[in-house]
């Protein structure tokens, strides 16, 4: 077995196991073992169980981004400090005083790909159980968690006419051509633009003003269009069944990004300003830009100063004069 395949089959027997657990009890409460909507539906919960188990890896991905913006300011210095040097000397002590300022404020700017990474060996093993599919039937095997006799149910069950180990460029599973084409084309817009939507949300309602004129920003804008358009090149070749997967992750993150924006924007962007604009009409306390919670340092100051002013002042007691 190559590196590679020793690394991905972990995560493929992990991958089927999941699957043949959500199909298994799909099964038990009625619905046919051979049915696609069955596979389907195990399929979209295998999608729920790894981002319900991405939560927390996410919440750290927040909060490092807010870390992040906050140092912008103190970058900026750094930048300024050693602007112009560049002998070796020069940038590893800028390098090494980076890394002190992440460390000394818990974040990092590779955070925001976490997420991402830890995805993708789930998403190559899926790839590799349906489109294994076929040669597993004929070889009279089984892939990962699945038995035989479940991967010959797999082959044999389809969507809307289309088995859903079927892909656009291969074809494959002896269903309706035709069938198999229109839902991949169907599925592969969809992947591409739930992709491109939360992306272009992120962009015009989450970003500050500072980061929306810094360089960075124009491989963003870049990147907006080439990773869809990545995707959905690379989709022709995807088995219906990872087409399903990988739009039911990109509305998953399409709806958590919306939350996100809407209760725990970025500071400066446009829709920190109405958070804030929305929670003042409510006459409710600000919050932390770190947390998404009330901020205690702004309640406590605000405390303070509500007290002070309530304090009554004592009258000074004059002194009488000595008979």
Same mark, same amino acid.
């Given at each position: 077995?190559?590196?590679? !395949?020793?690394?991905? !089959?972990?995560?493929?027997?992990?991958?089927?196991?999941?699957?043949?657990?959500?199909?298994? $009890?799909l099964?038990?409460?009625?619905?046919?073992?051979?049915?696609?909507?069955?596979?389907t539906?195990?399929?979209?919960?295998?999608?729920?169980?790894?981002?319900?188990?991405?939560?927390?890896?996410?919440?750290?991905?927040?909060?490092?981004?807010?870390?992040?913006?906050?140092?912008?300011?103190?970058?900026?210095?750094?930048?300024?400090? %050693?602007? !112009?040097?560049?002998d070796?000397?020069s940038?590893?002590? &800028?390098?090494?005083?980076?890394?002190?300022?992440?460390?000394?404020?818990?974040?990092?700017?590779?955070?925001?790909?976490?997420? &991402?990474?830890?995805?993708?060996?789930?998403?190559?093993?899926?790839?590799?159980?349906?489109?294994?599919?076929?040669?597993?039937?004929?070889?009279?095997?089984?892939?990962g968690?699945?038995?035989?006799?479940?991967?010959?149910?797999f082959?044999?069950?389809?969507i809307?006419?289309?088995?859903?180990?079927a892909s656009?460029?291969?074809?494959?599973?002896?269903?309706?051509?035709?069938?198999?084409?229109?839902?991949?084309?169907?599925?592969?817009?969809?992947?591409?633009?739930?992709?491109?939507i939360?992306?272009?949300?992120? &962009? /015009?309602?989450?970003?500050?003003?500072?980061?929306? /004129?810094?360089?960075?920003?124009?491989?963003?804008?870049?990147?907006?269009?080439?990773?869809?358009l990545?995707?959905?090149?690379? $989709?022709?070749?995807?088995?219906?069944?990872?087409?399903? %997967?990988?739009?039911?992750?990109?509305?998953?993150t399409?709806?958590?990004?919306?939350?996100?924006?809407?209760?725990?924007?970025?500071? $400066?962007?446009p829709?920190?300003?109405?958070l804030?604009?929305?929670r003042?009409?409510k006459?409710?306390?600000?919050?932390?830009?770190?947390?998404?919670?009330?901020?205690?340092?702004?309640?406590?100051?605000?405390?303070?100063?509500?007290?002070?002013? $309530?304090?009554?002042?004592?009258?000074?007691?004059?002194?009488?004069?000595?008979?």
């Amino acid at each position: 077995m190559d590196i590679f !395949g020793a690394i991905i !089959g972990p995560f493929k027997w992990l991958v089927s196991f999941i699957m043949v657990a959500f199909h298994d $009890g799909l099964s038990s409460i009625g619905m046919p073992a051979a049915n696609g909507w069955t596979w389907t539906l195990a399929i979209i919960g295998l999608v729920l169980v790894i981002r319900a188990a991405l939560i927390p890896v996410f919440v750290k991905q927040i909060k490092a981004q807010r870390g992040m913006q906050l140092l912008q300011p103190d970058l900026k210095k750094l930048q300024e400090k %050693y602007k !112009g040097k560049t002998d070796q000397l020069s940038r590893q002590a &800028m390098a090494q005083e980076q890394m002190a300022m992440y460390k000394k404020h818990g974040t990092n700017p590779f955070s925001a790909c976490l997420p &991402m990474l830890i995805q993708m060996p789930f998403f190559f093993a899926l790839f590799q159980v349906l489109s294994g599919i076929s040669q597993a039937k004929d070889q009279g095997a089984g892939i990962g968690a699945m038995s035989h006799e479940q991967v010959v149910e797999f082959d044999a069950s389809s969507i809307f006419g289309a088995p859903l180990s079927a892909s656009l460029l291969h074809g494959g599973g002896g269903g309706n051509q035709t069938a198999v084409w229109i839902l991949s084309i169907v599925m592969i817009l969809a992947m591409t633009a739930s992709q491109f939507i939360t992306q272009k949300q992120i &962009m /015009a309602k989450n970003m500050s003003e500072d980061a929306m /004129a810094s360089p960075f920003m124009r491989q963003q804008k870049m990147m907006l269009y080439i990773l869809p358009l990545v995707f959905g090149v690379g $989709g022709i070749n995807f088995p219906i069944g990872v087409l399903i %997967y990988w739009t039911t992750t990109n509305l998953w993150t399409m709806g958590q990004q919306f939350f996100v924006i809407r209760r725990m924007p970025t500071p $400066g962007s446009p829709a920190a300003k109405a958070l804030a604009e929305r929670r003042a009409a409510k006459g409710l306390p600000a919050l932390s830009v770190l947390t998404g919670k009330r901020d205690e340092a702004a309640d406590a100051a605000e405390a303070a100063a509500v007290e002070a002013k $309530g304090q009554r002042v004592q009258p000074q007691r004059k002194n009488r004069k000595k008979k």
